[in-house]
């Protein structure tokens, strides 16, 4: 009876040697760092150790490639800098969790806040760690929406499964990446993203030489000024109004072809209103997405077109919402106003600032500009993505044996919303 007893006591003390050892390793590795020292940090880790550190695309397995790396950390780090752990927590079967942050001189650094896990062997050396430092941006309820943005992406492509097992003693083991691809996935989803991925770097990300004109990370006064100068004479109000004698604003005077374009472009993202709320599909927010594209046209409108792909639940929705309700009362005021601006808009560019020249002259130099030109050229991007969108959204809602306006660009769509008889359920 007494051999059981003290084999329990020398078991229990065991263990609790074990807990102490995971925890004092940590702590020793944290003030290894903070002093700079080299060989005692990585004297507190297994020689087949895995550590994962969040803002790094791959693990660093093994001493080899660990020890390289920690050593690059240290001689980057100012001597007086010291790592804080805030609380620590574990320590049973030698995993141990820790929020820590860094100072400098007894002040707490920017953005050094963290969280770790660790598991240590019997041995009390590390074996496993995962470090995830806090981000220098905080996106806040942003991050929410590019979550409801990203996960139609995940679920467009083929399951991945990862399954991942954090090393255990004794035998600690190493990450096994395994995957497996399910044939079943949408292409049209996909081929719409994969178009977003060239469309977002090719007008907005691309540096000068593959698009014309400058990226939006350099992009110059000048064309900022452009961008002014043409949303002061939005669908022509304001020129209209400097022509009346109403001089609020003076009109600038711009190139008319490309000024003409830019007005299209935005009645034509003002009719894809109506369009988008009275959509019984998607399940992105209709009126949110509807004013980015108005702003940013097929920055928006990709994304929604995409994640409605995946949705084939047209049938079990309610035949109307506060969306289609809205949609239904736009659409006839924007359809008229919409056509209005193409009308004028074609006008416009063939025959309005006379001082341009003729026909020719004025679209030669248009296509000057577009070579030069970022913001001119994307324009001329967006009507082509219009012209095929276009009939993805409009179909839908036209009687069958209208169905063939939704083809028309543009004018097919101003026609659409503003003879409700054309649209189903419309007597």
């Known amino acids: 009876m007494n051999k059981r007893v003290r084999a329990t006591t020398r078991r229990i003390g065991a263990v609790a040697r074990a807990r102490k050892d995971a ?50 950390v240290i001689d980057a780090l100012p001597r007086d800098m010291e790592f804080v752990i805030d609380d620590m927590t574990g320590g049973q079967d030698g995993a141990v969790g820790l929020v820590w942050h860094v100072e400098i001189q007894g002040k707490p650094f ?32 942003i991050a929410l929406f590019i979550i409801k943005l990203v996960a139609p992406i995940i679920r467009s492509l083929p399951p991945l499964k990862y399954n991942s097992e954090v090393p255990k003693p004794p035998e600690p083991r190493k990450l096994p990446e395994t995957l497996h691809v399910d044939s079943n996935f949408n292409p049209v989803a996909l081929g719409l993203w994969s178009l977003y991925a060239v469309y977002f770097y090719w007008l907005i990300l691309s540096p000068p030489g593959q698009a014309p004109g400058d990226p939006v990370y350099a992009i110059k006064p000048e064309s900022l000024q452009e961008i002014f100068a ?37 009645a034509w993202s003002l009719m894809f209103g109506p369009l988008i709320l009275m959509d019984r599909r998607g399940n992105l927010p209709k009126l949110p997405t509807w004013i980015g594209q108005m702003l940013l046209t097929n920055v928006f409108l990709i994304p929604y077109l995409a994640t409605r792909s995946l949705d084939s639940s047209e049938s079990s929705k309610a035949l109307h919402n506060e969306d289609q309700t809205l949609g239904e009362r736009l659409a006839t005021p924007f359809g008229l106003a919409g056509g209005a601006v193409g009308v004028i808009s074609v006008f416009w560019a063939l025959f309005a600032r006379s001082e341009f020249g003729s026909i020719t002259t004025r679209f030669n130099a248009f296509g000057e500009i577009v ?28 009687k069958p044996e209208c169905e063939w306006i939704g083809y028309i660009p543009f004018f097919g769509l101003a026609a659409a919303l503003a003879n409700p008889s054309l649209r189903r359920g419309m007597p």
Do not use: H, W
């Open 110 to 141: 920017p953005f050094s806040r963290g969280c770790s896990f660790y598991r240590c062997n019997q041995e009390g050396k590390i074996v496993y760690g995962r470090d995830i430092p806090e981000p220098s941006s905080k996106p806040g309820g």
């Open 230 to 266: 043409q949303s002061l004479d939005f669908f022509y109000i304001n020129i209209f109004l400097n022509q009346v004698g109403i001089n609020f604003v003076q009109s600038p005077v711009l190139e008319p072809v490309g000024e003409a374009l830019f007005e299209l472009v935005a």
């Open 23 to 72: 925890r004092d390793t940590v702590r020793e590795y944290y003030d290894a760092c903070g002093r700079g020292d080299l060989e005692g940090s990585l004297n507190c880790f297994a020689d087949d150790v895995l550590i994962e550190d969040m803002i790094y695309q791959r693990p660093f397995r093994g001493k080899r490639e660990f020890g390289p790396y920690l050593e690059k």
């Open 371 to 398: 070579s030069r030109d970022r913001l001119a050229y994307a324009f001329l991007v967006d009507v082509v993505l219009y012209v095929v969108f276009q009939p993805v959204l409009l179909r839908p809602l036209l």
